[in-house]
């Protein structure tokens, strides 16, 4: 059941993301970043429309979108790119990992679950990407990983993260 409820609290939340109701703010942030780089505007698009494996696969050998599919698929947190927003993500690393382990393992009732939507709909977005990508209890692992993990860039924010990443594949 625990399951089932952090299913739909995930799902819920990317709805409500999607439709304007929450992230507005961190969306717009992003797409302003995004702006100054066409080519990878359209790699992120997408990435978010097909999926890192398919942007991968059909990506020019030595072309950004090619570059960006490889990061993004060796890094840890790559998956992630996947929710919007998450590219000028101010959460620190392990302290979002933490939290979304957290989010994703309590036990939710439906009289909790609006309020819990509005309080973290960001969390719900970022463990639907995951279950989307890998399925529920591999979800749950990877973030119970990340979470461990005192990797080298756990105190970065995400957003961060991924925009260094990305500007490694700038071509200019």
Known sequence: MNNVLNLVLAVSALSLTACGFVGDDKAQMEQAWLAQDQQLKTVVEQIRAQGIATV?????????????????????????????????????????????????????????????????ADLAAYASALVDQQGLEQALQTVEQLARSGGEFATQDLGVHFQQLLQECQQG
Do not use: R, W
């Open 56 to 120: 991968a696969q059909g990506a020019a050998a030595g072309s950004v979108a090619q570059c960006v599919a490889s990061q993004l698929s060796k890094d840890p947190l790559g998956q992630l790119v996947s929710v919007e927003g998450a590219l000028v993500e101010q959460a620190k690393i392990a302290e979002l990992m933490t939290q979304l382990q957290a989010a994703m393992e309590q036990e939710v009732s439906f009289s909790q679950l609006f309020e819990l939507l509005l309080q973290g």
